[in-house]
């Protein structure tokens, strides 16, 4: 079975950067994903690791240590619309139905 | 395009009632689909899913059951709610690109009462 453990509530202010961790125990594993969702709302792809290391992609940036069992987001120069939930989500190996195990989420709080 | 379509956005059932909510895609064939449930302020439980015509997978028993009639149409039923079948509901589908993004349906909001 797969278990990814985030922090529940972050907060932090307009313009800093913020890290958001995810930290997991799985028996078989492929890649991990990160999801936005607004109150109300569903969730969005934002990016995905399947190596080890970086994934840059404008403000966001995902991180992946396979040998820690740990990856975070990171979210940059914070803007208001930030404020939201956000998941981590591991992609299994192949086969299966490529069914996503979601992370507990974390919430997200950007204060002016 | 391909898109995702649900519905309805909001329901709310009283108990006992049956249920049927759909979720159709466009703009791609054979897609693997899934539902998933969301209880308020918590993660998404994957309830089902599908990887063609007539092929279900079930990941936690339940008072629901899900079909997929047609390549592009995944359908979440119940024949009788329970108060404990609240929640929001998620169809998503899985993409073509190699970096396994899910795109997700706008999600069906459902209160039993």
């Known amino acids: 079975g797969q278990s990814l453990e985030q922090p529940s509530e972050v907060t932090a202010v307009e313009g800093a950067i913020v890290q958001i961790n995810c930290t997991y125990q799985?028996?078989?594993?492929?890649?991990l994903s990160w999801y936005q969702q607004h109150d109300g709302g569903a969730p969005t792809f934002l990016s995905y690791?399947?190596?080890?290391g970086l994934e840059e992609t404008g403000r966001f940036s995902s991180f992946l240590s396979r040998s820690d069992s740990y990856g975070y987001l990171l979210l940059q120069e914070l803007q208001m619309k930030d404020s939201a939930s956000y998941f981590c989500a591991a992609v299994p190996l192949a086969g299966g139905g490529n069914k996503l195990t979601f992370g507990t989420g974390t919430q997200l709080k950007v204060e002016l | 395009s391909q898109t995702i379509h649900q519905w309805p956005a909001t329901l709310v059932q009283p108990v006992g009632s049956p249920l049927s909510l759909e979720c159709t895609v466009e703009g791609t064939s054979n897609p693997n689909l899934y539902w998933y449930r969301q209880a308020a302020g918590r993660g998404l439980q994957l309830l089902f899913y599908?990887?063609?015509?007539?092929?279900i997978s079930s990941e936690v028993p339940q008072n629901l059951s899900a079909s997929r009639p047609q390549d592009r149409q995944f359908i979440l039923s119940s024949k009788k709610l329970l108060l404990s079948d609240s929640g929001f509901y998620l169809c998503a589908w899985k993409g073509d690109s190699r970096n396994y993004g899910y795109t997700f349906g706008s999600g069906t909001r459902l209160t039993v009462v």
């Open positions: 799985t028996s078989g594993f492929y890649g």
């Open positions: 690791n399947g190596l080890d």
């Open positions: 599908s990887v063609g015509i007539g092929q």
